[in-house]
């Protein structure tokens, strides 16, 4: 009888940590990747699945994950760039640490963000990867993020069969440290039913008197010529895992990737 008891009270135990796991996994959450803010919402859909979503500075994701114990694992969805990222993270003292693979995206990589659940004590504890990436020069700055050798590419097709026609655009641009910008070079592609060809250009010397910088997370040309200068905003950028989505003013997006 005391065995029995004592069975009964494990097992009711169990099931008043595991609702009290469940209530506590529900709720916003905050967290930081690359210095810009990313914020998550979590709610119960059934015994085992949790829906939401998931802001950073420039899309707004669709969760769905499974949960397993005190873990959830799942997958983020970004529709209007057909982004599909793997996500998995666990529940513990009010912060979950979710890993994200971008193998669906043709990325080898996964990077961790350590969301902490709002209002909880250690709201200030937000990321363990916060790194200084900004460089400072006089009065410029320069996120070391975009330092590098960035493509964009262009896709055509039309038609079928013997009226196929498919061609391809791909141009670079180097950003330096120092903010200088070179032309990265450039490739063309034409095909069709009957025919193939292609044209390339190599890379560039630094185009003079002009230079990169940004300010709050916004990417800035500065162009100087005749003794005159001019600064474009080209943008609002969002720099992860070897791609940057730059946002203009009219809400025109640019995808670009990072080549080395």
């Given amino acids: 009888m005391r065995t029995q008891i004592l069975c009964l009270w ?58 397993e114990g005190n873990c959830l694992k799942g997958n983020v969805v970004e529709n209007s760039l057909q982004i599909n990222i793997i996500v998995s993270g666990c529940l513990q003292n009010n912060q979950i640490d979710m890993s994200f693979d971008f193998s669906n995206v043709g990325l080898a990589q996964t990077q961790n963000v350590l969301f902490t659940k709002n209002g909880s004590q250690n709201t200030n504890v937000i990321s363990n990867q916060k790194t200084a990436t900004t460089q400072k020069s006089s009065s ?81 040309i500065t162009a100087s010529q005749n003794g005159q200068t001019q600064t474009v905003d080209v943008g609002k950028y969002y720099v992860e895992n070897g791609k940057m989505l730059i946002t203009s003013q009219n809400g025109t997006k640019t995808l670009l990737l990072k080549v080395q």
């Fill in 10 to 67: 494990m097992s009711t135990l169990f099931m008043s940590c595991q609702n009290t796991t469940q209530a506590q996994m529900e709720g916003n959450y905050t967290g930081e990747i690359n210095g810009a803010t990313i914020t998550l919402f979590l709610k119960k859909q059934d015994k085992d699945t949790y829906v939401g979503t998931m802001h950073d500075e420039q899309q707004t994701y669709a969760v769905t994950a499974k949960k």
């Fill in 140 to 220: 410029t700055e320069r996120d070391l993020n975009i330092v590098g050798v960035w493509k964009q590419e262009q896709l055509y097709n039309s038609g079928s069969g013997d009226g196929f026609f498919g061609g391809s655009f791909t141009q670079k641009v180097i950003f330096y440290s120092d903010g200088g910008i070179a032309d990265g070079g450039s490739q063309a592609t034409m095909s069709g039913s009957d025919y193939s060809g292609s044209s390339s250009s190599g890379y560039g010397n630094k185009a003079p008197g002009v230079s990169w910088s940004t300010q709050n997370k916004h990417l800035f």
